[in-house]
């Protein structure tokens, strides 16, 4: 495993590359400047729960792994309670014991840190637990959690200090009551009223976990569309059947105030029906995240930012500091682990002298609800408003055999071609392992395919897959399992 190195002699080192921020932008980025046979150290400043340097940022520690882990845990507990039916297997009396299911997410948590150490040790990644500040000239500030402040010199800087949860002034956070996402993934009972303020990514997960446990719980969005970024039949019927689940999603509702008590939280409202008040046990506050620059760059550093609060980069990621890039959720486009990690595998390949790009129209959202929701690429809704055309072709998984067999038959597959080029533009997917099939889009697009070329292409039967397949045969009215709307 990767060990800490004093500050001292972190001075003494001249570094081809310094990495501020160890998520899954940094490390990567560390990771591949070191096979490429550069000198790296990565400065990160995150500790754990018992106060030790850990790496993984945001992701691996407090976001995607933990959160996954406990949607996982809920949808099985959900299946065991109300799905094994279908199949005959008799089950009673289940019960979740939600301290041995934060144990086992910590246990997850713990490997893919530690795991990190260990490619760090690996690829000879200098770990530098602290705080990182650039100043001009590519030097770098390095504040430990304890000794002295050293100077570093590099060569070359990469800035991957990733994003924090929004806070909202209607909804002061305090730990207990009132908590933004990393504080719901500590719940040690599961709530009987729970609150969350916002219908997006976050507060649709962690909504669906707490629900699944037994929460009553309701989801308030100030937007009156439900998922405005996702292909609008994908988000219409992901709202039903969410709604179907038991989550209480209202659209339109503005919360202007939430009032702490001892154990409850009320939370004052207005719709286009007025003002409303509700009390709940637990209130999450998932407004999304915002890029975090505090402390990270001295006066002198050259770096500036958006107006929006972002790193300014240009496309290759270059700041507008000589010899200094930025990559990740401090930088414009989605907030995605992957999308991070991409860009720090081309930073550092072009520090290196090679000539990668990232190919910022291919890259997947995806939310881990269920049914999933996933996508890639252009929605028909943004076709139409920039008044391009375009072919669609979808195909529901209720006519899919092996998702029936699944007895998980909801969703559908949905793709958008050019009219003239036939060319995939965007392909949605709400439905089982949405997130698995997702990636079949994202090799097509990336291969700029057509949709005949999916349409010519085996897949094994019987799978989920087969539903991309006659998604891309139903752009040109030739879908096998479904009656067409076109005929070719």
């Given at each position: 495993?990767?060990?800490?190195?004093?500050?001292s002699?972190?001075?003494?080192?001249?570094?081809?590359?310094?990495?501020?921020?160890?998520?899954?932008?940094?490390?990567a980025?560390?990771i591949?400047?070191?096979?490429l046979?550069?000198?790296?150290?990565?400065i990160?400043k995150?500790?754990?729960?018992q106060g030790?340097?850990?790496?993984?940022?945001?992701c691996l520690?407090w976001g995607?792994?933990?959160s996954k882990?406990l949607?996982?845990?809920?949808?099985?507990f959900?299946?065991?309670?109300?799905?094994?039916?279908?199949?005959?297997i008799e089950?009673s009396?289940?019960?979740i014991?939600?301290?041995?299911m934060m144990?086992?997410k910590d246990?997850v948590?713990?490997?893919?840190?530690n795991g990190?150490?260990s490619?760090f040790?690996?690829?000879?990644?200098a770990?530098l637990?602290?705080?990182?500040?650039?100043?001009?000239h590519?030097?770098?500030?390095y504040t430990p959690?304890?000794g002295?402040v050293?100077?570093?010199?590099a060569?070359?800087v990469?800035l991957?200090?990733?994003?924090a949860?929004?806070?909202?002034?209607?909804?002061?956070l305090?730990g207990?009551?009132?908590?933004?996402?990393?504080?719901?993934?500590?719940?040690?009972?599961?709530p009987?009223?729970?609150?969350?303020?916002?219908?997006?990514v976050i507060?649709?997960?962690?909504?669906?976990?707490?629900?699944r446990?037994?929460a009553?719980t309701i989801?308030?969005?100030?937007l009156?569309e439900?998922?405005p970024?996702?292909?609008?039949?994908?988000a219409?019927d992901?709202l039903?059947?969410?709604r179907g689940?038991?989550l209480?999603?209202?659209?339109?509702a503005?919360?202007?105030?939430?009032a702490?008590a001892?154990?409850t939280?009320t939370?004052?409202y207005q719709?286009k029906?007025?003002e409303?008040?509700?009390?709940f046990?637990?209130l999450i506050?998932?407004?999304?995240r915002?890029p975090?620059t505090e402390?990270?760059l001295?006066?002198d550093?050259?770096?500036?930012?958006?107006?929006?609060?972002?790193?300014?980069?240009?496309?290759?990621?270059?700041?507008?500091?000589?010899?200094?890039?930025a990559?990740g959720?401090?930088?414009?486009g989605p907030?995605l682990?992957?999308?991070?990690?991409?860009?720090?595998v081309?930073?550092?390949e072009r520090?290196a002298?090679?000539?990668p790009?990232?190919?910022?129209d291919?890259?997947?959202?995806v939310i881990y609800?269920h049914p999933?929701i996933?996508w890639v690429?252009?929605?028909?809704?943004?076709?139409?408003?920039?008044g391009?055309?375009?072919?669609?072709?979808?195909?529901?998984f209720?006519?899919n055999g092996?998702?029936l067999?699944?007895n998980d038959g909801?969703?559908?597959?949905?793709?958008v071609?050019?009219a003239?080029?036939d060319?995939?533009?965007?392909?949605h997917?709400?439905?089982?392992?949405?997130?698995?099939?997702?990636?079949?889009?994202v090799?097509a697009?990336e291969?700029?395919a057509?949709?005949?070329?999916?349409?010519l292409t085996m897949?094994a039967?019987?799978?989920?897959?087969?539903?991309?397949?006659e998604a891309?045969?139903?752009?040109s009215g030739?879908?096998?399992?479904?009656v067409?709307r076109?005929?070719a």
């Amino acid at each position: 495993m990767s060990e800490a190195i004093s500050p001292s002699a972190a001075a003494e080192e001249r570094w081809d590359v310094i990495v501020i921020g160890a998520g899954p932008a940094g490390y990567a980025a560390a990771i591949r400047a070191a096979q490429l046979g550069m000198r790296v150290a990565c400065i990160d400043k995150s500790v754990d729960a018992q106060g030790k340097p850990t790496l993984g940022g945001t992701c691996l520690n407090w976001g995607c792994i933990p959160s996954k882990t406990l949607l996982d845990a809920s949808h099985k507990f959900v299946e065991a309670s109300t799905g094994f039916q279908a199949f005959g297997i008799e089950a009673s009396d289940v019960s979740i014991n939600v301290a041995k299911m934060m144990a086992q997410k910590d246990a997850v948590v713990a490997k893919l840190t530690n795991g990190v150490a260990s490619l760090f040790s690996g690829n000879g990644v200098a770990w530098l637990p602290g705080h990182g500040r650039l100043h001009g000239h590519c030097a770098v500030e390095y504040t430990p959690a304890a000794g002295d402040v050293a100077m570093l010199a590099a060569e070359h800087v990469i800035l991957a200090a990733g994003s924090a949860p929004i806070e909202i002034d209607p909804a002061p956070l305090n730990g207990d009551t009132i908590v933004d996402s990393q504080g719901a993934l500590e719940f040690d009972a599961t709530p009987q009223r729970l609150g969350v303020i916002g219908a997006g990514v976050i507060g649709l997960e962690l909504g669906s976990v707490w629900a699944r446990l037994g929460a009553e719980t309701i989801v308030l969005e100030a937007l009156d569309e439900f998922l405005p970024i996702a292909d609008q039949r994908i988000a219409r019927d992901a709202l039903r059947a969410l709604r179907g689940q038991g989550l209480d999603i209202r659209l339109g509702a503005r919360v202007i105030g939430a009032a702490a008590a001892q154990d409850t939280v009320t939370v004052t409202y207005q719709d286009k029906d007025g003002e409303h008040e509700l009390e709940f046990d637990k209130l999450i506050v998932a407004v999304g995240r915002r890029p975090y620059t505090e402390g990270l760059l001295a006066p002198d550093s050259g770096v500036n930012l958006d107006e929006r609060g972002f790193l300014y980069v240009n496309d290759l990621c270059a700041t507008d500091a000589p010899r200094v890039f930025a990559i990740g959720d401090v930088v414009r486009g989605p907030m995605l682990a992957h999308k991070g990690a991409e860009e720090g595998v081309m930073v550092a390949e072009r520090i290196a002298g090679h000539k990668p790009l990232v190919n910022y129209d291919c890259v997947p959202n995806v939310i881990y609800t269920h049914p999933e929701i996933a996508w890639v690429g252009r929605t028909e809704q943004s076709l139409k408003a920039d008044g391009d055309t375009y072919r669609t072709g979808t195909f529901p998984f209720a006519a899919n055999g092996r998702a029936l067999a699944s007895n998980d038959g909801a969703g559908l597959v949905k793709i958008v071609a050019d009219a003239e080029t036939d060319r995939v533009l965007g392909v949605h997917v709400f439905g089982p392992q949405a997130s698995e099939l997702i990636a079949q889009a994202v090799i097509a697009m990336e291969f700029d395919a057509s949709a005949e070329d999916l349409a010519l292409t085996m897949f094994a039967h019987p799978t989920l897959s087969e539903a991309m397949h006659e998604a891309a045969l139903g752009v040109s009215g030739r879908a096998l399992h479904m009656v067409n709307r076109r005929r070719a």
